[in-house]
């Protein structure tokens, strides 16, 4: 069992940047894959980033590739999400997920969530 603390989301101007933190708690960091998802007002939850448990592996969905990047330190059991160019269309609460499937899997494998942090972005 894993316990993620997410931290970092705040109100930020388009085009700013912000870096959202994961902190866990309990089983190793490095036995998971890593996900960030967000979820918009009256929208699904939605696949951000991932990143694999030899910390090289990355997927990223296609309206944030470019913008966003996911890294862990599992030393600090610590996932990051630093992101950049931010738009109004990002707003959205951030959660952490931890599972055991690969980085391209769909959100039903994340076993573990965070209790989400806002960003909001403002045109």
Known sequence: QVQLVESGGGLVQAGGS?????????????????GWFRQAPGKEREFVAAVGRNTYTTYYAATVTGRFTISRDNA?????????????????????????????SPPMTYAH????????VSS
């Open 18 to 34: 912000l870096r959202l933190s994961c902190a866990a708690s309990g089983r190793t960091l490095s036995t998971y894959v890593m």
């Open 76 to 104: 600090k059991s610590t996932v990051y999400l630093q992101m950049n160019s931010l738009l109004p269309e990002d707003t959205a609460v951030y959660y952490c997920a931890a599972g055991l499937a690969g980085v391209a």
């Open 113 to 120: 969530w965070g209790q989400g942090t806002q960003v909001t």
